[in-house]
């Protein structure tokens, strides 16, 4: 989904669609941006705020943040249902597609769920320590969680620049899209990391010395995706925004967003639980 979001401002028939389809389109980027954004959060706070550690609290995080993600993905959802129906059936069949995949999605997700809730028994680990085995399984899944966004993301932008609607961008915002590019590439490669250096470095053994290489490279890397997000942001709104204030304004927005999610909430907290 987040690589049809970006892709779409750069496919052909992009242009043959109404002024209301593209603003659903750029509504639909921004929905799937920040379910990403939320879906990250519960790994960064677990590596920031409570180092690697599990806990009570981490698990009601975890189950809020991926529980808030699935209300923009799934509007996101319809509104894609929505342009691609609209501009080959008409606006009627677009409109009743959306709403379809916005309503089933919106009962799977969270209908089934209202009507069975298993009571929490879960206890609380957070003060018994938690085993280096399963802090170093956790940073390998933490890290693999991330990379599908991210890979999506690094997908488009090498196709982005076969297309027709990329040939037609000013040179200057080529580059854009180059640097862009380049972000959200060492973004995987850091999370790649992880695992090759657990297998040929520590011949797959738990380690400190690894679940602390390996911590620092998930925490390291979501900052490049976040600002190859913005700086791709900045192309697609250049494309598509009459303004060209527009697109530095919703880099920084994206930036800022992220960062603050993904980072500063995080550090804030971690500051908060230690005094």
């Known amino acids: 989904m987040l690589g049809f979001q970006f892709q779409a401002f750069f496919q052909a028939g992009f242009n043959d669609l109404s002024f209301v389809s593209k603003a659903l389109c750029a509504a639909g980027l921004v929905l799937q941006t920040l379910s990403l954004g939320l879906l990250i959060v519960p790994s960064m706070e677990h590596r920031l705020v409570e180092k690697g550690s599990s806990s009570k609290r981490l698990v009601r995080v975890a189950s809020f943040y991926t529980t808030s993600a699935l209300i923009p993905f799934s509007l996101s959802l319809g509104l ?28 799977a997700w969270f209908g089934l769920e209202m009507l069975h809730r298993e009571k929490d028994t879960m206890p609380d680990t957070s ?20 990379i599908p966004g991210a890979q999506a993301l690094l997908g488009f932008q090498f196709i982005a620049m076969l297309t027709s ?42 380690s400190r010395a690894f679940l602390r290489m390996g911590s620092a490279l998930v ?4 900052g490049f995706l976040a600002a190859g997000i913005a700086v791709e942001a900045f192309v697609v709104l250049h494309k598509v925004s009459p303004n060209a204030d527009w697109g530095p304004v919703g880099a920084l927005a994206s930036f800022v967003a992220l960062i603050g999610l993904w980072y500063a909430i995080p550090a804030w907290l971690r500051m908060r639980l230690e005094r």
């Open 219 to 222: 925490i390291a890397a979501p």
């Open 127 to 146: 003060h018994t320590g938690t085993p280096l085995a399963t802090k170093v399984e956790q940073v390998l899944t933490e890290a693999r969680v991330i």
């Open 80 to 107: 894609a249902g929505y342009v691609v129906i609209e501009r080959h059936f008409g606006i009627a069949a677009g409109i009743m597609s959306g709403a379809a995949l916005t309503l089933v999605s919106a009962l």
């Open 165 to 206: 609607g990329f040939d037609r961008l000013p040179q200057s915002v080529k580059a854009v899209h180059a640097l862009a590019l380049c972000l959200v590439a060492i973004n995987v490669i850091l999370l790649m990391t992880p695992a090759a250096l657990h297998r040929l470095s520590f011949n797959g053994e738990d």
